[in-house]
């Protein structure tokens, strides 16, 4: 590295653009990474934080809009419990509606119907857990909190009136496609989802009907499953497209993110090609001189690889703290796994480019050292 | 000092030291483009001889400093730089070759834009040449003492061209191989830098060989020998 660092410092104005460059490629990815796990967490971590492995809804529904079209018989839960590798099987209930809250909040829920006695119901941070009553006792995400809701508040149901109580919250963030989500009873939910309003005659089937059985058990065969109970499961990764405007958000950042990556790639190597032909009669006296090919190669290397590393450094130290700055106002969340990553790949993938563009080394003759022998 | 010799075969095999080139021709191009750069060139240069060899362009001066030197592998012929064979067929061996046998002074010194003078120095031995002599003593004996730390925009023409020397003796090698050094000097300094050639040649007892166009400089010089169309004639 005798001759990598020389040049490094020798050429820093050079060295420095193109480090800058790498520099701002690495801020747009750590926010762009924070921006994908915050889309995520908005459009998901009430799925993801459920205790199901899978989810079987109405056999034939619309994968992309399955938890709003979906509807299942209660019966299926049964079938679905007596499975073998299933652990647990419960009904879920799963729909979208405006509510506003005595205290004059208005907020967008997404009910979570589960049983309150089952394994779906969530554990509370503050409050008490899922109970029958009316009115009805419900619990909130954390975010719902931060909303403007709070613990004994009675959220009304806007159009058909139902009044919900808040009995308690639950300590992390549950949102489903950007709505926070609140647990409420089974019973309540059906009555919801038929649109009847508080005194209505409520039509006996509605209590049949859930959006899907909710199953918990990693080794359960779902296409049997499926067979025996006429169902079409989703595992809960795959349930996740289900969400609305998941599917698209998550693709369109990847889509950038691949983008970016190949941008990085690419200006690197081409930085790296000008700079081999420029160092073209210094790399051929240099080989006159007896210098291996491959001592040229790790020297050149070890510098791209020295550039790199600091420019990503100061471009994820820059976008941690930018991301932390407008943390609050968007759907935003570093997880250093996913920063570690990005930042690994943008080194490893320069590194790759500037080696398409070293390997020009070898093509150097050391002959053209020689001034009049071409 | 001794004269060269150019009829092959006279001192034979027992002159290890310098270069012994013998019968060595150099074919460059293919099909019916066939090139004879030399031509039964022979040329022995004992270590402490500094032999020029002048010519017109395009006569094959360089090509006799790439073959001598192992940066091209001739036709036929053998090349021999104190007993070893200059002629192998691999190019790493010819590196390594290069790296402990052979001192190269390029046109205008050649140096590495981002290293002092001293680094320049210090180049050859990170790559794996051998440390010779002492950077710093050298550079002293090329007299650019007060200079080590310059880097080359910051040295004049002839500076550049000194501390080229000194590059190309930092490794002790056998052969010394200089290529046109005067080119981008004026007369003045030409007269040096071949006078301080001549006399670090005689001192180390290194094998040197000036291609060069400048007859002035000339008489520094223990042979020199012509090279016309590729065949090289003793002129004194």
């Known amino acids: 590295m005798f001759l990598a660092l020389r040049e490094l410092k020798f050429a820093r104005a050079r060295f420095g653009l193109m480090g800058a460059v790498v520099a701002l490629i690495a801020v747009l990815m750590v926010l762009l990474s924070g921006l994908s796990v915050g889309l995520v967490n908005d459009g998901v971590s009430g799925l993801q934080r459920l205790p199901a492995t899978s989810f079987a809804f109405e056999r034939g529904v619309q994968h992309a809009s399955a938890f709003s079209r979906s509807v299942v018989e209660t019966s299926a839960v049964g079938t679905w419990a007596g499975r073998e590798g299933v652990e647990d099987a419960a009904p879920f209930g799963n729909v979208l509606v405006n509510g506003r809250s005595g205290g004059g909040v208005e907020i967008d829920l997404a009910l979570f119907g589960v049983e309150p006695g089952s394994y779906l119901s969530p554990a509370v941070d503050e409050g008490a857990r899922l109970s029958d009553g009316a009115p009805a006792g419900i619990v909130v995400s954390r975010t719902a909190v931060e909303d403007g809701i709070r613990l004994g508040d009675t959220i009304t149901i806007d159009r058909i009136g139902t009044e919900l109580k808040v009995v308690g919250t639950l300590a992390d963030q549950h949102t489903y496609g950007h709505v926070d989500v609140a647990y409420v009873p089974l019973r309540t939910w059906q009555e919801v989802h038929v649109g009847a309003r508080p005194g209505d005659e409520v039509p006996e089937r509605a209590y049949r009907e859930i959006t899907a059985v909710a199953v918990k058990g990693g080794s359960a065969d779902l296409r049997a499953g499926d067979l025996a109970a006429g169902t079409e499961s989703l595992t809960l990764e795959e349930s996740f497209g289900a969400s609305p405007g998941y599917s698209a958000e998550t693709s369109t950042l990847q889509l950038i993110e691949v983008f970016l990556y190949a941008i990085s790639a690419l200006v690197v190597g081409a930085f790296f090609t000008v700079l081999t032909i420029q160092r073209r009669q210094e790399i051929a006296v240099v080989r006159a001189m007896g210098a291996s090919t491959g001592y040229l190669l790790r020297d050149a290397l070890a510098q791209a690889l020295i550039l790199l590393i600091l420019s990503v450094g100061v471009g994820v130290a820059a976008g941690v703290g930018l991301g932390n700055l407008i943390g609050g106002t968007a759907p935003f969340a570093l997880e250093a796994g996913a920063v570690a990553a990005a930042s690994a790949l943008l080194v490893l993938l320069g590194v790759a480019g500037a080696l398409g563009a070293v390997l020009r080394i070898t093509a150097v003759d050391p002959l053209t050292a020689l001034g009049g022998s071409r | ?236």
């Open chain 2, 1 to 236: 000092m001794k004269p060269a010799e150019t009829v092959p075969g006279a001192r034979s095999e027992k002159n290890t030291s310098g270069l012994v080139m013998r019968d060595v021709n150099l074919q460059i191009g293919d099909g019916e483009d066939v090139i004879n750069a030399l031509s039964e060139v022979s040329l022995i240069v004992e270590p402490g001889e500094f032999a020029a060899i002048v010519g017109p362009s395009g006569a094959g001066k360089s090509s006799l400093l790439a073959v001598a030197g192992g940066l091209t592998t001739p036709t036929s012929g053998t090349v021999m730089v104190a007993g070893r064979d200059m002629t192998v067929a691999g190019r790493r061996e010819r590196t390594t070759l290069r790296r402990e046998a052979v001192g190269f002074v390029f046109q205008s010194g050649n140096l590495i834009p981002a290293l002092t003078a001293e680094d320049q120095l210090r180049l050859p031995v990170k790559f794996g040449g051998k440390a010779g002599r002492d950077p710093l003593e050298l550079l002293a004996e090329v007299g650019l003492a007060e200079k080590a730390k310059r880097r080359p925009h910051q040295l004049s023409g002839g500076e550049r061209q000194r501390v080229g020397i000194a590059r190309a003796l930092v490794t002790g090698p056998s052969l010394l191989l200089v290529d046109e050094p005067t080119a981008a000097l004026d007369r003045q300094r030409s007269h040096e830098i071949v006078a301080l050639l001549a006399r670090e040649t005689r001192e180390h007892g290194v094998a040197a060989i000036m291609v060069t166009h400048d007859h002035d400089v000339l008489g520094h010089c223990d042979t020199v020998h012509e090279m016309v169309d590729g065949r090289l004639t003793r002129v004194e």
